[in-house]
Nanobody, 122 residues
Framework: VQLQASGGGLVQAGGSLRLSCVASGRILNNYHMGWFRQAPGKEREFVAGISQIGGETDTVDSVKGRFTISRDNAKNTVYLQMNSLKPEDTAVYYC????????????????WGQGTQVTVSS
């Protein structure tokens, strides 16, 4: 499956962005999906995940209550709605697909998108 992430940009603190990840090549509902981010000089980290049919979601504490992951399998798309953005949310955001089970571990994901830059100014 090929993943294409989009929706990043420059936004002021307190603003919102919605990231999209479109899958091609395979049906998206075959996969558990995740969003990760990587800030300069830091390791890539889990942000949010969603199960194959969207019944279960998982969000890291640092973004809980501000970020929401969702999916529209009919459109082969996963979203990350980001509200109340903070400068520390600045990073390249990646979507990823896992075939076996939802996970926070990078190694559980088999396919990765190219990343989209999110920059939050103070």
């Amino acid at each position: 499956v090929q993943l294409q992430a989009s929706g990043g940009g420059l936004v002021q603190a307190g603003g919102s962005l919605r990231l999209s990840c479109v899958a091609s090549g395979r049906i998206l509902n075959n996969y558990h999906m995740g969003w990760f981010r990587q800030a300069p000089g830091k390791e890539r980290e889990f942000v949010a995940g969603i199960s194959q049919i969207g019944g279960e979601t998982d969000t890291v504490d640092s973004v809980k209550g501000r970020f929401t992951i969702s999916r529209d399998n009919a459109k082969n798309t996963v979203y990350l709605q980001m509200n109340s953005l903070k400068p520390e949310d600045t990073a390249v955001y990646y979507c990823a697909a896992a075939t076996l089970f939802p996970s926070r571990r990078l190694g559980a994901y088999n396919y990765w998108g190219q990343g989209t830059q999110v920059t939050v100014s103070s």
